[in-house]
């Protein structure tokens, strides 16, 4: 059974940083794309970031280059998000999310088969 299970979410200042990490198991992780998404209230699911199955290639949301930093650890099955200089439009329910090796970044959900549960993100201004 595939899990997903996402941490490292809390409350930041705007400008501070928070770091997620998503705990895989259940899969071959280091055959996977691993992505970041997420969904505030009233409002779609949203990508933010990928990743492919080496870490060799990644492909993010414009308004998140230059602050948000997608890596992983394939010996550990974990996948992080680094958030620096978060911003009031950042918060939401941050989500992971797996898609078979071959996947093409390009942010598209759909193509993603396994989904964490979330971690909330909170930034006071």
């Known amino acids: 059974q595939v899990q997903l299970v996402e941490s490292g979410g809390g409350l930041a200042q705007a400008g501070g940083s928070l770091r997620l990490s998503c705990a895989a198991s259940g899969l071959t992780f280091s055959s996977y794309t691993m992505g970041w998404f997420r969904q505030a209230p009233g409002k779609e699911r949203e990508f933010v970031a990928d990743?492919?199955?080496?870490?060799?290639?990644?492909y993010y949301k414009d308004s998140v280059k230059g602050r948000f930093t997608i890596s992983r650890a394939n010996a550990e099955n974990t996948l992080y998000l680094q958030m620096n200089r978060l911003k009031p439009e950042d918060p939401a329910v941050y989500y992971c999310a797996a898609a078979p090796r071959w996947t093409y970044l390009s942010g598209n959900r759909n193509t993603y088969d396994y989904w964490g549960p979330g971690t909330q993100v909170t930034v006071s201004s």
């Open positions: 990743m492919n199955w080496t870490g060799l290639s990644t």
